[in-house]
Structures are given as C-alpha cells and as structure tokens.
C-alpha cells in the first residue's frame, strides 16, 4: 500500500454485526429517541451483568444495532439515520438513567460513523462497503501515538489508554503526534484507522466506575498506516474537511472536535435523572430508620430534593443550547468562530459538573439504602464519577481554556 496505492484490505466484520444491510434514512428524532426508551427494561435487566463482563454484552449490542442507535450520526447516503447532534445527548440520557456504561458505549461508538465521514472518501468505502454497521473504537490520547511520515503514509507506534467498546469493535481509531524528529516538536495531530487484527488489546480495565464500557488498553508497533486512513484532527474544527464533499449535511460540518463532550455529556444527564427517579420514588414510601417518620416529611430532604432538580434541568437546558447552537450555525453555511467552540467546551464541563452534584445531592437523600448493590443508586453514583473524571469535562483544563481567551491572554491555539 505504499507509494499511495490504496488496494483493499480484507477483513470479515464480527459476528454480532447485522447480516443483513438496513438502513435508518429517514428516521426521525424523535422515532430514534423512542427506540431507545422501548430498550430501556433489556438494558435494565443486564445492567449487572455489563459490569461484570466489563464490556457490553452481544445480547444488547444486537439489540442496539437492530434499534439503529448505533447510526444516530452516519450519513444518510449510507442509510445512517443523520440527525441533529443533540441526539447524542437524549439517547445516551435515556440509555444511562439504567445502564451508564451501555450509554457510555453508544455514544463513543456512534460518535465514530460521525468522525468517519470526516476522512477521505476511500477509507469510508472501504469500512462501510463491508459493512455499515461496523463498530469503531477510538483513543483520544494524542501524546500516547508517535506517528512518522514515511512513502505513502505514516509508521505509528505507541500504547494507548481508555479506548471503550474495544471488544465490540472491528477497527480503532488512534491519535497520533507527528514529529520531524523523535526529539522534535510535534508538527501535526492526526488520527490511524486500524483494523483489530494490526493492534493489542491489553485487558486493563478494572475500574470502580463505567465497569461496563470495557475501556482497555491498546498497542501498536511500526505499523505502516496509508495516508488516506489518516486524518489531521484539525480538519474536524469545522472547517472543510476531506470527507465534505460526499457528506454535505450540517451534522458533517459542525466543529467535531468542539462539541467532543457531547457525545458523552448526556450520560451525566441520564445519571442524575436516573438517580433522582430512584431516590425521589424511594423517599415517597420511605420512613427514617432513627424516627420512622416518613423521609419526605423533612424539610431538609425537601430542599435537596428542590436542589438536585433544579441542577438537572439546568444541565439539560445548557446542553441543549449548545447543540441548538451549533446546528443553525452548520445549517447558515457559516463557520463558529474560535469563541463560540470555546464556549461549547465551557458549557460542556459546567452542564456534567451541574449533573455530578446532582447525584451527590441524591445519594445524601438515598442515605444506606443506596449502598446496597442490589440497588442501582450505588451504580449511578460510581458511573457518575467515573464519567466526570473524562477530560473533556475538566474545568481545569476546559475552564482555563475558556478563561484564556476570555481575558485576552495569549497561548496557542487550542485543537477545537
């Protein structure tokens, strides 16, 4: 494949992906967000044993293939349901009130038909020609990929952490510095298309939170990746990218990159909902242990109760500002400007940390019984955690960011 030849590479796509070709085109809104609450009792009921696999069982991969949840965000010429990028948000809320990891999973794995279609033309033919419904890990982590240019492509090397849905998945999509030299300063940040059969899993994932999600290691060394199943991460800021010409439709020229936190911020959403239905319902029937006086009788209770609500609706409103945003400026033909990209990663990290207290709010309100783990409070709790220490919702970084360019400070350019 060297020298820019792009002969086809033969691989047989997992077993649990569909036999048959289906297509969701033309599936609305608000159909694909009532396919995902009609899933919500399966999930429910394998909810324990997500965890226990540490990856998402087949029986819910399938059903989540049939209800074409994974395709929220592929391109309609490929028979991808192609909606608003907000749908991330309310499927992956709906998914999480019962199952964080499964929504984990959903909104990683579907994020990346949406990325796909950012690459060239030739390496979206290439997966989707085999099959449409192929899964696709990732790993974000820039600095664990050493790329470099060699004929035709580039030699990647490196060991990368926390790529979910890796066992579900036929391909990974690696981030990569490029450097001149090893001792270089990095020169380009691209992400390699690689198929499982040219990578290590390394089963690392033994985690207290999103147990589920099956996040483990990966490794690659001296693998020759051609060009063409590269992209530069910039060309996902929302700008013209090499895939625009054959995905035209505004959810391909929105700032990926940007609006990144999406993809995964509805979980926190769906934790904290999940968590107050569970809480709010028990505190109804509930007598306090020490004066077996109903526990809603408490003024103290009613407050947080007040509190916690206020916080979720908060968050889902900001989240769906953003998204509402970012859709009509793709669908006016214009590009964000650097301050509205900044603001939808401010808005991401302040809208999860809103949802994580929330939860902490609740699990005060849950007292003992949501220890128990025969109960799902201890796992929205723990999820809930767990997701909040993803990067994209660190208000250390992301604040900062913000903050930087807010208050006139010069730095380079964040990659958004």
């Given at each position: ?20 070709r ?21 999930i ?84 989707w ?11 974000l ?15 990647v ?71 063409y ?65 109903p ?27 953003v ?8 669908r ?85």
């Amino acid at each position: 494949m060297k020298g820019g030849k792009t002969a086809r590479f033969e691989w047989i796509p997992s077993a649990t992906l569909p036999k048959a070709r289906a297509s969701f085109a033309g599936v609305g809104y608000d159909e694909m967000l009532e396919r995902a609450r009609r899933l919500v009792p399966k999930i429910a009921a394998r909810a324990e044993q997500c965890e226990q696999l540490r990856r998402l069982p087949d029986e819910t991969e399938r059903d989540l293939h049939e209800a074409g949840l994974f395709r929220i965000a592929h391109p309609a010429r490929v028979g991808g349901a192609d909606l608003d990028v907000g749908i991330f948000v309310d499927v992956c809320a709906e998914i999480a009130r019962v199952c964080p990891s499964t929504a984990w999973n959903i909104g990683n794995l579907a994020s990346h038909h949406w990325m796909l279609a950012y690459y060239d033309p030739r390496i979206q033919e290439e997966i989707w020609s085999k099959s449409v419904d192929t899964l696709i890990a990732t790993s974000l982590a820039f600095p664990s990929g050493r790329g470099r240019k060699v004929e035709g492509g580039y030699e990647v090397n490196g060991r990368w952490p926390l790529s979910s849905g890796i066992d579900n998945s036929d391909w990974n999509m690696l981030a990569f510095m490029v450097r001149e030299r090893d001792d270089g300063p990095p020169v380009d940040q691209r992400f390699a298309l690689v198929h499982r059969s040219q990578y290590e899993i390394i089963d690392t994932w033994h985690a207290v939170g999103l147990a589920g999600t099956g996040s483990k290691d990966v490794a690659v060394k001296g693998l020759f990746v051609p060009e063409y199943r590269t992209v530069t991460a910039w060309a996902m800021t929302g700008k013209p990218h090499p895939g625009s010409d054959v995905n035209p439709s505004p959810l391909f020229r929105l700032p990926l990159l940007a609006l990144g936190p999406y993809v995964l911020s509805g979980v926190m959403l769906g934790c904290a909902r999940g968590a107050y239905e569970t809480t709010v319902g028990a505190a109804r029937k509930r007598n306090a242990t020490t004066t077996g006086l109903p526990v809603g009788a408490s003024q103290a209770i009613q407050i947080k109760v007040a509190e916690a609500g206020a916080r979720i609706d908060a968050a889902d409103l900001i989240m769906r500002n953003v998204c509402g945003h970012a859709m009509g400026v793709a669908r006016a033909g214009t590009e964000p400007t650097q301050s509205d990209k900044l603001r939808y990663r401010r808005d991401a990290f302040f809208s999860v940390r809103l949802c994580l207290e929330a939860v902490d709010i609740l699990m005060g309100v849950a007292g003992s019984s949501g220890l128990y783990l025969s109960g799902s409070m201890q796992r929205l709790f723990r999820d809930a955690h767990a997701a909040n220490a993803h990067v994209m919702f660190s208000p250390d970084l992301q604040g900062a960011i913000f903050g930087q360019h807010a208050l006139g400070m010069s730095g380079p350019p964040p990659l958004l």
